[in-house]
C-alpha cells in the first residue's frame, strides 16, 4: 500500500535556509563530472517515479543530482554529496569523520547497512579522559589528540560503491574538487560558528585550520568566497588512487601527526589507520502495523526507531488527542533511551541483546510499566522478562554525544534508495587538521568514566572499537516490501527523537511532510523534557507535559537537520529541515 499525504509544488522543493543566509547558487559553481559516462539503466522494475536528493547543502544537493541525472545509484549520488559536504559543511562531517548508511535496493527488497564508523586506536585505553581519578571536562577531552577515532568515511565510500556504485569512481569526487579548486560562498551556518568556536576552543589555534578557517586571525565571513586546495589535492588523490592514498602515505601520515601533536596528543599511529575497514552488516527491521522499519544496527541506535513506534502504540489510548499522542510518544523516547543507554555498544565488542528488547512480549511488559512523569527512568531486562537468557550487568551510562553531524535521503530513478548520516562528531570535530580537511573527536563517544574497581559500561573504550553512536539512518517498507520512507537527522543524542517525530508525524498524526519536519522536536531521555517552544506549538506541548508532572526544560531551538523523502502513489514528496539549510531537488531519467 501507500501513504498519500498532501503535495508539494516544486516551489517547496527549493532549499530551506535562513531567510538571512540566501542559499548560494550551486549550479554556478559546481563543475560538471569529469566523465561523460551514462551508467546503464537496468530491466524495468515498475519505478516510474523519477529520484530525489534531499541534502544538507544546496552545493551537495546538486552534486547528488548530477550522478542521478546521469543514471547513477543513489550510492553513488550519496557519495558525491557527501564529499561536497565535508567541503562546504566541515563543522558537521567529512573525510575525517565516519558513518553510517543505509541502502534499499528496489529489484530485490534488500536493506543492508554499512558501517563506516571510527574506530579506537590500539593505544586507546579505558582510563584515557580520566584524570586525577575523575573524568576530564568534554571540553579538555574534545580538544584533545585522544579523541581523534580512525576514519571511516573513505572506506565507507569504497565499500557501498564496490557494492552498489554504476558510475565511475572518480567521477563521484569531480563536483567537490571543482568546488574546492573555484571556491564556494560560505554559508552562514559555517560562519555562524566560527565566533563561537574560537572562544571554546582551539580551532583558530591549531596549525592549518587556524589559516583556512581565521585568515589574518579574523572568522571567515557569510557570502564570501573560499578555496581549499589541499582538500581537492587530497580528493584527486582518492579519485586516482583509491582508498589506499587515504589509508596510508603522506595522507595518513599527516592525519597521525596531528592526532599526536601537543602536550594533549592521541596514540593513533599509521599502523591504525591502514588497518580500518568498513563493515556490512545485517541492518535491523521490524514491523509496526503494515511497515517494516529498517536501520542501522549497533553500534548505532537505529533500533530505537522500531522501539518508539512500538512503544508509543502500546502506551496510546483509544481515540486519543494530540496531547495524549505527545505523551506517549515521550514515554516511549523514555523507555527507549534507557534501555539504548544501558545495552547499545560495538557489537564486535559486547553482546547487545537487540533481538530481545524488540521482542513483543518484552516490548509489551515496558509499555505497561511506564516511568512516572518525575520519575528517572530506568532500563528493562528481557533476560527476566523473557527467561531466555542469562541477564547483562553493565554500569549505568555516562555517554555525552553533542549535536553535529549531517544526513541525507536520495531515491535513484530506478527506486534504490540510501539513507546516510556522517559526522565528525562535535562542531568541527577535534578541531586537528590534516590535508585539508578536520579529524573528528569520536573518542568522546564512548563512556568516559572508568573506574576499575566498579562495574564496566557497555560503551566503554576498548582499543579496536567503534563508539556507539546515536545516529539513525531508517528506510521504511509498506506491507508489500515496496520503499515508502527515507528518513535521518543529525543531532547527538537527540536523533532517535527527531528521526522518530518524522515517522509518527507522517503516519500517524496526519502531517505533511513538510509538517512533520517542522514541528517541534520534543527529546526525553533521561530525567527532563526537552520541548522547542520556538515553533508552534511547542510552548503548549511545554506547558500540557508540564502540569502532567514531567520536568520540562524549554528551548529556544534545536538541532535537528531531517531530510526526508516520502513515495506516494504518484510521486516523490520531499522535504529539507528548515532549521538548517539543507535543499530537495527531483527529477526524472529518460530511458
Given at each position: 500500500?501507500?501513504?498519500?499525504?498532501?503535495?508539494?509544488?516544486?516551489?517547496?522543493?527549493?532549499?530551506?535556509?535562513?531567510?538571512?543566509?540566501?542559499?548560494?547558487?550551486?549550479t554556478?559553481?559546481?563543475?560538471?563530472?569529469a566523465?561523460?559516462?551514462?551508467a546503464?539503466p537496468?530491466?524495468?522494475?515498475?519505478?516510474?517515479?523519477g529520484?530525489?536528493?534531499?541534502?544538507?547543502n544546496?552545493?551537495?544537493?546538486?552534486?547528488?543530482?548530477?550522478?542521478l541525472?546521469?543514471?547513477?545509484?543513489?550510492?553513488?549520488?550519496?557519495?558525491?554529496?557527501?564529499?561536497?559536504l565535508?567541503?562546504?559543511?566541515?563543522?558537521?562531517?567529512?573525510?575525517?569523520?565516519g558513518?553510517?548508511?543505509?541502502?534499499?535496493?528496489?529489484?530485490?527488497?534488500?536493506?543492508?547497512?554499512?558501517?563506516?564508523?571510527?574506530?579506537?586506536?590500539?593505544?586507546?585505553?579505558?582510563?584515557?579522559?580520566?584524570?586525577?581519578?575523575?573524568?576530564?571536562?568534554?571540553?579538555?577531552?574534545?580538544?584533545?589528540?585522544?579523541?581523534?577515532?580512525?576514519?571511516?568515511?573513505?572506506?565507507?565510500?569504497?565499500?557501498?560503491?564496490?557494492n552498489?556504485?554504476?558510475?565511475?569512481?572518480?567521477?563521484?569526487?569531480?563536483?567537490?574538487i571543482?568546488?574546492?579548486?573555484?571556491?564556494?560562498?560560505?554559508?552562514?551556518?559555517?560562519?555562524?560558528?566560527?565566533?563561537?568556536?574560537?572562544?571554546?576552543?582551539?580551532?583558530?589555534?591549531?596549525?592549518?585550520?587556524?589559516?583556512y578557517?581565521?585568515?589574518?586571525?579574523?572568522?571567515?565571513?557569510?557570502?564570501?568566497?573560499?578555496?581549499?586546495p589541499?582538500?581537492?589535492?587530497?580528493?584527486?588523490?582518492?579519485?586516482?588512487?583509491?582508498?589506499?592514498?587515504?589509508?596510508?602515505?603522506?595522507?595518513?601520515?599527516?592525519?597521525?601527526?596531528?592526532?599526536?601533536?601537543?602536550?594533549?596528543?592521541?596514540?593513533?599511529?599509521?599502523d591504525?589507520?591502514?588497518?580500518?575497514?568498513?563493515?556490512?552488516?545485517?541492518?535491523?527491521?521490524?514491523?509496526?502495523?503494515?511497515?517494516?522499519?529498517c536501520?542501522?544496527?549497533?553500534?548505532?541506535?537505529?533500533?530505537?526507531?522500531?522501539?518508539?513506534?512500538?512503544?508509543?502504540?502500546?502506551?496510546?489510548?483509544?481515540?486519543?488527542?494530540q496531547?495524549?499522542?505527545?505523551?506517549?510518544?515521550?514515554?516511549?523516547?523514555?523507555?527507549?533511551?534507557?534501555?539504548?543507554d544501558?545495552?547499545f555498544?560495538?557489537?564486535?565488542?559486547?553482546?547487545?541483546?537487540?533481538?530481545?528488547?524488540?521482542?513483543?512480549?518484552?516490548?509489551?511488559?515496558?509499555?505497561?510499566n511506564?516511568?512516572?512523569?518525575?520519575?528517572?527512568?530506568?532500563?528493562?531486562?528481557?533476560?527476566?522478562?523473557?527467561?531466555?537468557?542469562?541477564?547483562?550487568?553493565w554500569?549505568?551510562d555516562?555517554?555525552?554525544?553533542?549535536?553535529?553531524?549531517?544526513?541525507l535521503?536520495?531515491?535513484?530513478?530506478?527506486g534504490?534508495?540510501?539513507?546516510?548520516?556522517?559526522?565528525?562528531?562535535?562542531?568541527?570535530?577535534?578541531?586537528?587538521?590534516?590535508?585539508?580537511?578536520?579529524l573528528?573527536?569520536?573518542?568522546?563517544?564512548?563512556?568516559?568514566?572508568?573506574?576499575?574497581?566498579?562495574?564496566?559500561?557497555a560503551?566503554?573504550?576498548?582499543?579496536?572499537?567503534?563508539?556507539?553512536?546515536s545516529?539513525?539512518?531508517?528506510?521504511?517498507?509498506?506491507?508489500?516490501?515496496?520503499?515508502?520512507m527515507?528518513?535521518?537527522?543529525?543531532?547527538?543524542?537527540?536523533?532517535?527523537?527527531?528521526?522518530?517525530?518524522?515517522?509518527?508525524?507522517?503516519?500517524?498524526?496526519?502531517?505533511?511532510?513538510?509538517?512533520?519536519?517542522?514541528?517541534?522536536?520534543?527529546?526525553?531521555?533521561?530525567?527532563?523534557?526537552?520541548?522547542?517552544?520556538?515553533?508552534?506549538?511547542?510552548?503548549?506541548?511545554?506547558?500540557?507535559?508540564?502540569?502532567?508532572?514531567?520536568?520540562?526544560?524549554?528551548s529556544?531551538?534545536?538541532?535537528?537537520?531531517?531530510?526526508?523523502?516520502?513515495?506516494?502513489?504518484?510521486?516523490?514528496?520531499?522535504a529539507?529541515?528548515?532549521?538548517?539549510?539543507?535543499?530537495?531537488?527531483?527529477?526524472?531519467?529518460?530511458?
Amino acid at each position: 500500500m501507500r501513504f498519500t499525504v498532501a503535495t508539494l509544488s516544486l516551489a517547496m522543493l527549493t532549499a530551506c535556509s535562513d531567510a538571512n543566509n540566501p542559499a548560494p547558487d550551486a549550479t554556478s559553481t559546481t563543475a560538471p563530472v569529469a566523465s561523460e559516462v551514462v551508467a546503464e539503466p537496468t530491466q524495468n522494475n515498475g519505478w516510474s517515479l523519477g529520484y530525489m536528493a534531499a541534502v544538507a547543502n544546496p552545493y551537495a544537493t546538486d552534486a547528488a543530482v548530477q550522478m542521478l541525472e546521469r543514471g547513477g545509484h543513489a550510492v553513488d549520488a550519496a557519495i558525491a554529496a557527501h564529499a561536497v559536504l565535508g567541503l562546504v559543511e566541515p563543522e558537521s562531517s567529512g573525510l575525517g569523520g565516519g558513518g553510517f548508511m543505509v541502502v534499499y535496493e528496489q529489484a530485490s527488497q534488500n536493506v543492508r547497512f554499512l558501517d563506516g564508523r571510527e574506530t579506537a586506536p590500539a593505544g586507546a585505553s579505558p582510563d584515557m579522559f580520566m584524570q586525577d581519578g575523575e573524568p576530564a571536562g568534554f571540553l579538555d577531552a574534545w580538544q584533545s589528540g585522544k579523541a581523534i577515532g580512525v576514519p571511516g568515511a573513505v572506506a565507507l565510500y569504497k565499500l557501498a560503491h564496490d557494492n552498489y556504485g554504476k558510475l565511475p569512481w572518480a567521477d563521484l569526487f569531480a563536483p567537490a574538487i571543482r568546488l574546492a579548486n573555484e571556491g564556494f560562498e560560505v554559508s552562514g551556518k559555517l560562519a555562524g560558528y566560527l565566533p563561537q568556536m574560537a572562544q571554546i576552543s582551539r580551532l583558530d589555534e591549531n596549525p592549518g585550520a587556524a589559516e583556512y578557517f581565521y585568515p589574518d586571525g579574523a572568522p571567515i565571513q557569510a557570502g564570501s568566497m573560499l578555496r581549499n586546495p589541499d582538500y581537492a589535492n587530497t580528493l584527486q588523490r582518492i579519485a586516482n588512487e583509491g582508498p589506499q592514498a587515504f589509508y596510508s602515505g603522506e595522507i595518513a601520515e599527516a592525519m597521525a601527526a596531528s592526532a599526536q601533536a601537543g602536550d594533549n596528543g592521541g596514540t593513533m599511529t599509521i599502523d591504525d589507520i591502514a588497518g580500518y575497514a568498513a563493515v556490512e552488516r545485517e541492518a535491523i527491521c521490524g514491523t509496526w502495523r503494515v511497515y517494516n522499519i529498517c536501520s542501522a544496527t549497533p553500534p548505532s541506535s537505529g533500533a530505537m526507531q522500531i522501539m518508539i513506534a512500538n512503544l508509543y502504540d502500546r502506551l496510546l489510548p483509544d481515540n486519543p488527542s494530540q496531547q495524549q499522542q505527545i505523551r506517549a510518544f515521550v514515554d516511549a523516547q523514555r523507555l527507549a533511551y534507557a534501555d539504548r543507554d544501558y545495552y547499545f555498544a560495538d557489537p564486535d565488542h559486547v553482546t547487545v541483546p537487540v533481538q530481545q528488547l524488540l521482542n513483543t512480549q518484552y516490548l509489551q511488559h515496558r509499555g505497561d510499566n511506564p516511568a512516572a512523569p518525575g520519575a528517572t527512568p530506568q532500563h528493562g531486562d528481557p533476560a527476566l522478562v523473557l527467561g531466555n537468557d542469562n541477564a547483562i550487568r553493565w554500569a549505568q551510562d555516562s555517554t555525552q554525544e553533542p549535536a553535529g553531524t549531517t544526513h541525507l535521503s536520495i531515491v535513484d530513478s530506478e527506486g534504490n534508495a540510501i539513507s546516510a548520516t556522517m559526522t565528525v562528531e562535535a562542531a568541527f570535530g577535534s578541531g586537528r587538521w590534516a590535508a585539508g580537511f578536520l579529524l573528528n573527536n569520536e573518542m568522546t563517544d564512548f563512556a568516559r568514566d572508568y573506574y576499575a574497581d566498579q562495574p564496566q559500561a557497555a560503551n566503554m573504550i576498548r582499543p579496536g572499537a567503534r563508539p556507539r553512536s546515536s545516529m539513525s539512518p531508517t528506510i521504511i517498507l509498506d506491507d508489500d516490501n515496496k520503499l515508502f520512507m527515507v528518513t535521518g537527522s543529525p543531532g547527538g543524542n537527540s536523533i532517535p527523537a527527531y528521526t522518530a517525530k518524522s515517522i509518527l508525524g507522517i503516519v500517524d498524526w496526519g502531517m505533511s511532510v513538510e509538517d512533520a519536519v517542522a514541528f517541534p522536536n520534543i527529546i526525553a531521555r533521561g530525567d527532563t523534557v526537552r520541548v522547542e517552544i520556538n515553533r508552534e506549538p511547542g510552548q503548549t506541548q511545554a506547558d500540557s507535559l508540564r502540569a502532567a508532572g514531567y520536568d520540562v526544560q524549554e528551548s529556544d531551538g534545536e538541532n535537528s537537520g531531517l531530510h526526508v523523502i516520502l513515495v506516494t502513489d504518484d510521486e516523490l514528496v520531499g522535504a529539507a529541515d528548515p532549521r538548517r539549510e539543507g535543499s530537495v531537488s527531483a527529477g526524472s531519467v529518460n530511458p
